[in-house]
């Protein structure tokens, strides 16, 4: 499980196991995996496993909170060691323009694989609207 310990900073990130659901959680040995980073401590949505890779989606908060979605490739994960890389050098999904639903933020996403090898995907976004404030 990963969680951020930071509240509304969002700079660190902690991943835990557990047998059971319930617990007991340990933290991982390499924690916090992500120090004094905004830019890609925050979860943005559950680990992608496809095709042997797994993805860590997410928040950039670097300005604001969840500006956009960046994607992480985990390259090893087990008891003793935890390492990531950009999946992407873009961000996966941003703010738009002016006429979008998500003119302002983008902070979640959930990807599914459909079943012609298409792909879906759940977002979570925010739209500026009269009184509200950056």
Same mark, same amino acid.
């Given at each position: 499980?990963?969680?951020?310990?930071?509240?509304?900073?969002? *700079?660190? $990130? *902690?991943?835990?196991?557990? @047998?059971?659901?319930?617990?007991? #959680?340990?933290?991982?040995?390499?924690?916090?995996?992500?120090?004094?980073?905004? +830019?890609?401590? +925050?979860?943005?949505?559950?680990?992608?496993?496809?095709?042997?890779?797994?993805? @860590?989606?997410?928040?950039?908060?670097?300005?604001?909170?969840? @500006?956009?979605? +960046?994607?992480? %490739?985990?390259? +090893? $994960?087990?008891? %003793?060691?935890?390492? %990531? &890389?950009?999946?992407?050098?873009?961000?996966?999904?941003?703010? &738009? /323009?002016?006429?979008? #639903? @998500? /003119?302002?933020?983008?902070?979640?996403?959930?990807?599914?694989?459909?079943?012609?090898?298409?792909?879906?995907?759940?977002?979570?976004? #925010?739209? $500026?609207?009269?009184?509200?404030? %950056?």
């Amino acid at each position: 499980m990963f969680a951020c310990d930071t509240p509304f900073k969002h *700079r660190s $990130l *902690r991943l835990f196991h557990g @047998r059971h659901l319930e617990g007991p #959680w340990v933290e991982h040995h390499r924690g916090p995996i992500v120090q004094d980073n905004a +830019r890609i401590a +925050r979860p943005a949505g559950r680990v992608l496993a496809f095709d042997g890779r797994l993805i @860590r989606f997410a928040q950039d908060c670097s300005t604001r909170y969840g @500006r956009q979605v +960046r994607a992480f %490739e985990i390259t +090893r $994960l087990d008891q %003793e060691n935890y390492s %990531e &890389g950009p999946a992407s050098v873009k961000p996966i999904i941003g703010p &738009g /323009t002016k006429g979008y #639903w @998500r /003119t302002s933020r983008m902070h979640h996403i959930d990807v599914h694989a459909g079943p012609s090898g298409g792909w879906i995907a759940c977002v979570d976004g #925010w739209t $500026l609207h009269g009184n509200d404030v %950056e």
